[in-house]
Nanobody
């Protein structure tokens, strides 16, 4: 599975951006992580193929994750952006194989898209 992300860019504080990520095949979970300079990669938002969602506390109320299962595409609508949201955003997807002896999870990552929020 390959992931193709798009939609990053430069925006002023309080502005909005929408990220998109298309998977080349069917996947289970999809979502977004980000990594700021000098920091570890962190989860931003995840959505399962049944629609269950989790958000990082820092983006709750400002970011909305959604997906179109027919298109194998996940979106991240980012509103009221802050300078601390500046990071490279990575699309993530996983495929889960539910076997008799446990679940095998395979992770996939997109190439990353830069989001820069100016103050």
């Amino acid at each position: 599975v390959q992931l193709q992300a798009s939609g990053g860019g430069l925006v002023q504080t309080g502005g909005s951006l929408r990220l998109s990520c298309a998977a080349s095949g069917s996947v289970n979970g999809m979502g977004w992580y980000r990594q700021a300079p000098g920091k570890e990669r962190e989860m931003v938002a995840l959505i399962s193929n049944s629609g269950s969602i989790i958000y990082a506390e820092s983006v709750k109320g400002r970011f909305t994750v959604s997906r179109d299962n027919a298109k194998n595409t996940v979106y991240l609508q980012m509103n009221n952006l802050k300078p601390e949201d500046t990071a490279v955003y990575y699309c993530h997807a996983d495929i889960r194989d539910y076997g008799d002896y446990g679940t095998e999870i395979t992770d996939y990552w997109g190439q990353g898209t830069q989001v820069t929020v100016s103050s």
